[in-house]
T-cell receptor, first 113, second 111 residues
Framework: GENVEQHPSTLSVQEGDSAVIKCTYS??????FPWYKQELGKGPQLIID?????GEKKDQRIAVTLNKTAKHFSLHITETQPEDSAVYFC????????????FGQGTELSVKP | SQTIHQWPATLVQPVGSPLSLECTVE??????LYWYRQAAGRGLQLLFY??????ISSEVPQNLSASRPQDRQFILSSKKLLLSDSGFYLC??????????FGEGSWLTVV
């Protein structure tokens, strides 16, 4: 089955700097790759996603890149702000198997003012 | 857009007692539904998913079971809780498209 690895597990940056979180996946049939942000004690919230027919997607300060050949995808946050501090999860899924998401282990991002 | 409701939000139960966590979905019909657990640490582990009424797929052998008695209702149960069942339980729903939306979670502490 699918296995998703996420790095780093913790990331600390200064306000205004960029943050990059990387994930790799094992199943070449996976074709959908979302990123979630989870604040303490709350459910994960989708922040951006990318499908396998696209190499890059951007939404204001957030961007995601996908390299299908290497089976890895990354989240880029520019001009970080203290409110970006949270745990971020990458995930992967394929069309069948009920569309279930397999998650990475998460990255705890801390943005210091 | 769909909304996922979970209850109870927090629960403290003794070892050996039964469990019932409920999830309902608003704003869509015939969704795929999911139960995930987030134990100490941060990873989300898929426990069960359902593509329709009465259809349950189990991802890991465990002390829990799931049921889907209605189109937009998903229930997570146990007959006898173990200490290791403690964690943060998340219900997710997906209608058309690929995106899974999550509820606010249920904190379970088994004592």
């Amino acid at each position: 089955g699918e296995n998703v690895e996420q790095h780093p597990s913790t990331l600390s940056v200064q306000e205004g700097d960029s943050a990059v979180i990387k994930c790799t996946y094992s199943d070449s049939a996976s074709n959908y790759f979302p990123w979630y942000k989870q604040e303490l004690g709350k459910g994960p919230q989708l922040i951006i996603d990318i499908r396998s027919n696209v190499g890059e997607k951007k939404d204001q300060r957030i961007a995601v890149t996908l390299n299908k050949t290497a089976k890895h995808f990354s989240l880029h946050i520019t001009e970080t702000q203290p409110e970006d501090s949270a745990v971020y999860f990458c995930a992967a899924s394929r069309n069948n198997q009920g569309g279930k998401l397999i998650f990475g282990q998460g990255t705890e991002l801390s943005v210091k003012p | 857009s769909q909304t996922i409701h979970q209850w109870p939000a927090t629960l403290v139960q003794p070892v050996g007692s039964p469990l019932s966590l409920e999830c309902t979905v608003e704003g869509t019909s015939n969704p795929n539904l999911y139960w995930y657990r987030q134990a100490a640490g941060r990873g989300l582990q898929l426990l069960f998913y359902s593509v329709g009424i009465g259809q349950i797929s189990s991802e890991v052998p465990q002390n829990l079971s799931a049921s889907r008695p209605q189109d937009r209702q998903f229930i997570l149960s146990s007959k006898k809780l173990l200490l290791s069942d403690s964690g943060f339980y998340l219900c997710g729903g997906k209608s058309s498209g690929n995106t899974i939306y999550f509820g606010e979670g249920s904190w379970l502490t088994v004592v």
